[in-house]
T-cell receptor
Framework: GAVVSQHPSRVICKSGTSVKIECRSL??????MFWYRQFPKQSLMLMAT?????????EQGVEKDKFLINHASLTLSTLTVTSAHPEDSSFYIC???????????FGPGTRLTVL | AQKITQTQPGMFVQEKEAVTLDCTYD???????LFWYKQPSSGEMIFLIY??????QNATEGRYSLNFQKARKSANLVISASQLGDSAMYFC?????????????FGTGTRLKVLA
């Protein structure tokens, strides 16, 4: 139980294009999902909290217009990196909060490379 | 402000030995949760163990146990009988209850290498 999937696992794109990453809770409903960014050999940095049916809450310093988050259902949240640049290259991880266990379960991550 | 500190950037342990990974935290919230996650080289974050601030007993999950010392604000992870597959990055995280946001704060992590 408590499986979270992410798609795609890897993506390479050209500078200026937009990339959408999906995060799904497969066997539980998640009213709250989180998006993190992780640079090599560093810890996870929370980017935003995604709440089903409402606007995401972004952490300080994270550009809302750059990183668009949509949480349209209790099992799906998407992160769109708009007009990607090489500095956006990173490992993006989502997590979903299980109400029953009050624990965050993480997806396998998406490695984004912007050329 | 809430804070999580992991002071060991890297640790080595011999296979089959036990190892303790340190984690200290700082919070003014009387109700909080502490978590440990394992991140292998593949990148996924694997939930290991949870300790609630009001839990009377230390949490245990198989070979993992959490040495919770509330007065010292420490929540060390103990891995018994280390296996080669335990080599990974380990993160300690805290969630405060009163914030209502369910956000986690992560430590900087400890890289564990199990030696054959």
């Amino acid at each position: 139980g408590a499986v979270v999937s992410q798609h795609p696992s890897r993506v390479i794109c050209k500078s200026g294009t937009s990339v959408k990453i999906e995060c799904r809770s497969l066997d539980f409903q998640a009213t709250t999902m989180f998006w993190y960014r992780q640079f090599p050999k560093q810890s996870l940095m929370l980017m935003a909290t995604s709440n089903e049916g409402s606007k995401a809450t972004y952490e300080q310093g994270v550009e809302k217009d750059k990183f668009l988050i949509n949480h349209a259902s209790l099992t799906l949240s998407t992160l769109t990196v708009t007009s990607a640049h090489p500095e956006d290259s990173s490992f993006y991880i989502c997590s979903a909060r299980s109400i029953s266990t009050d624990t965050q379960y993480f997806g396998p991550g998406t490695r984004l490379t912007v050329l | 402000a809430q804070k999580i500190t992991q002071t060991q950037p890297g640790m080595f342990v011999q296979e089959k030995e036990a190892v303790t990974l340190d984690c200290t935290y700082d919070t003014s919230d009387p109700s909080y949760g502490l978590f440990w996650y394992k991140q292998p080289s593949s990148g996924e974050m694997i939930f290991l163990i949870y300790q609630g601030s009001y839990d009377q007993q230390n949490a245990t999950e198989g070979r993992y146990s959490l040495n919770f010392q509330k007065a010292r604000k420490s929540a060390n992870l103990v891995i018994s009988a280390s296996q080669l597959g335990d080599s990974a990055m380990y993160f300690c995280a805290m969630r405060e209850a009163y914030s209502g946001t369910y956000k986690y704060i992560f430590g900087t992590g400890t890289r564990l290498k199990v030696l054959a």
